[in-house]
């Protein structure tokens, strides 16, 4: 699992997760493994740190 570092980024990859942009604008955490939506964002300004992205 991925390790935060204080230093505003993560230290691995985040995984078992993905993520892509909702049709809000706003993006949302997916668990790969179950495909349930796990977090959304709460402004459309950025991704989740260390989450892998759809395409």
């Known amino acids: 699992m991925a390790g935060n570092t204080g230093k505003n ?3 691995g990859a985040v995984k078992q997760r993905s993520q892509f ?3 809000n ?3 949302i955490k997916r668990d790969s493994k179950t495909g349930r939506f ?3 964002k709460a402004s459309p300004a950025g991704k989740f740190k260390g989450v892998r992205t759809e395409k």
Do not use: A, L
């Open 9 to 11: 980024y993560r230290k």
């Open 21 to 23: 942009k909702g049709p």
């Open 25 to 27: 604008g706003n993006f």
């Open 38 to 40: 796990m977090d959304q």
